[in-house]
């Protein structure tokens, strides 16, 4: 397996946000981004994970909510990785594709666009 500290990891996630267009960053509203080392027992291969009401079904009734939680996993990417930039490259399109799920997109359609 790849080695690559927490920090190191972190430090890309915020670099791939970092890359998200401005003018799509400015339209994210009560949204986080998480770093964890392991995702759920139960998909131990999962890379990243949107939970919250995306912005295409918010309605008047959306207020006072807790943020969306979009979480990144390090040890799924490191593992299915060979080289650190294939983390770079693995990294950017799970924060794009977790991100697109804030915004409504869904799994066929960002498998369609490449972001499976």
């Known amino acids: 397996m790849l080695e690559m500290t927490r920090e190191e990891f972190e430090e890309l996630v915020a670099e791939a946000l970092d890359r998200i267009p401005p003018e799509l960053t400015r339209l994210m509203d009560n ?23 995306p912005l295409t079904d918010r309605g008047e009734w959306y207020a006072g ?3 969306d939680r979009i979480t990144i996993y390090r ?36 498998h369609a666009l490449g972001y499976g």
Do not use: K
């Open 31 to 53: 949204v986080a981004v998480f770093v964890e080392d392991e995702p759920p027992a139960d998909d131990p291969e999962l890379l990243g994970l949107y939970e919250g009401t």
């Open 65 to 67: 909510v807790l943020p």
């Open 75 to 110: 040890g799924p990417t490191l593992r299915m990785c060979g080289s650190r930039e294939e983390v770079v490259e693995e990294t950017e399109v799970t924060v794009v594709h977790e991100i697109a799920h804030h915004f409504g997109i869904d799994d066929e359609r960002l």
